[in-house]
């Protein structure tokens, strides 16, 4: 894939919601459709585990397959469309600085830290204990609720013969994405607190959320 790097004129003076996620954190929030969500790497190199639902009707929700499929392309980046599992457009990203962003790694857990790295890992917090702990907090969204996810900045090629490998990021401080919501949206976030592979530069940062109408 090309690397397709792009600018946006907004700035954070003027957006209507601004957070930061500390590090190794859950965040759910809601996106109305025609704003503006940007997902800001502050210090490189930190990787943003994402889910999209319908506000509307949570059933619906991000769908890899048909993303990947429509954009024939396994990366996301400037002009990528993320579709729901009904086949309509959720969000468009429209500034990407980063260059492009994993859809294969899934998100860490208990089960995959267990037998990629060690039985003792097992304990260790994930993405996965994230989102149920946003979903349960928030009460919208559970256990069943939770698919494949997008991985904003994270680094994961696809080798010649089909597999993957988990490597040093490509972005740095101050790379973003800006993803255009075409229809009301809720956003699950884990802020990857991963620490056996080179995803978080096995130093989990904080990462910033900005909206604009």
Known sequence: MSVAIATSQKQPDTAVYRATIPAGEPWLMEVKAGQTLRILDLEGNQAVDTLFYSLANPRERYDVQRTLRRQN???????????????????????????????LGGACAQE??????ALEKRYMHSCRDNYLRACAHDGRLGKGDIGPNINFFMNVPVTAEGGLTFEDGISAPGKYVDLRAEMDVIVLISNCPQLNNPCNAYNPTPAELLVWN
Not at 85 to 95: F, Q, S, V, Y
Not at 112 to 117: A, I, L
Request: with cysteine; charged share 15%; glycine share 8%.
């Open 73 to 103: 392309n396994v990366y996301l980046s400037t002009g990528s469309v993320l579709y729901s599992n009904l086949g309509k457009p959720m969000l468009t990203i429209i500034a990407d600085t980063c260059g492009r962003h994993d859809t």
């Open 112 to 117: 995959s830290n267990t037998v990629r790295y």
